[in-house]
């Protein structure tokens, strides 16, 4: 199994038989110019929150792939509006198990709106086990304690995070975010990509490395194996 980093909470998760996108917004990127969005194959979509940093291809690359579209109710609906036909509607507590794996919908700390002001129901995360792995994808948060329950419950083996501060946590939250969950490798995501989330990495990975933690930052279009 591994993951690629397609810039700001897009990340691309290859199992022996799934390829599950995650939170697309490629072509606006300007960090992301060299990822080739049109080419990008994927049989499920997962989108956290509704915010246009999270979901701007998600029509395109669903129309495309003919993927299957996760989300909550309310994301679902929307999409279903504009055209998409195949999804799953989840919402926070919820568990299902499909067929690239136990999904369950998380709370996170944050809003959910679409650019045209629809109303985008609750921002979520994600507890995703697949292969013997279990997967946190934060979506966009902040530190909640509500993330105990994670670390108490459902520790991950490995989590994605968002760390770029200003409308998520930053650096220092995440590692308590790490402490909260009872995980000790972690992807940074949601940095950079505009100037109030602009970080300084080296900074990020000494405070993690002080915790005896890991922090890792994939370059965009970089794999990962989990
Ligand atoms: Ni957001
Ligand atoms: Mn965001």
Same mark, same amino acid.
């Given at each position: 199994m591994k993951i690629t980093y397609f810039g700001q909470s897009c990340f691309l998760l290859e199992t022996a038989a799934h390829r599950v996108l995650i939170d697309p917004m490629i072509s606006i990127n300007p960090l992301a110019k060299h990822i080739k969005v049109d080419e990008i194959e994927c049989d499920t979509i997962l989108v956290t929150h509704a915010h246009f940093d999270h979901v701007v291809d998600v029509f395109s690359i669903a129309l495309r792939n003919d993927a299957l579209l996760v989300s909550n109710y309310e994301i679902v609906e929307y999409f279903k509006s504009k055209g998409i036909v195949k999804t799953h509607p989840m919402n926070i507590g919820g568990t299902w198990s499909f067929d690239f794996g136990k999904l369950r919908m998380v709370y996170a700390a944050h809003s959910s709106s679409f650019a045209d002001g629809s109303y985008g129901g609750t921002a979520s995360g994600y507890i995703l086990e697949v292969e013997g792995k279990r997967l946190y &994808?934060? /979506?966009?948060?902040?530190?909640?304690?509500?993330m105990k329950l994670i670390g108490d419950l459902y520790p991950p083996d490995i989590a994605i995070l968002p &760390?770029? /501060?200003?409308y998520t946590m930053n650096a220092e939250d995440a590692l308590h975010a790490s402490h909260f969950i009872d995980c000790s490798h972690i992807i940074a995501c949601?940095?950079?990509?505009v100037p109030e989330i602009e970080i300084d990495k080296e900074a990020a990975n000494n405070l993690f490395k002080q915790a005896s933690k890991e922090l890792k930052f994939l370059n965009i279009g970089e794999s990962y194996p989990i």
């Open positions: &994808i934060a /979506g966009d948060t902040g530190l909640t304690m509500e &760390i770029g /501060g200003n949601h940095f950079d990509t």
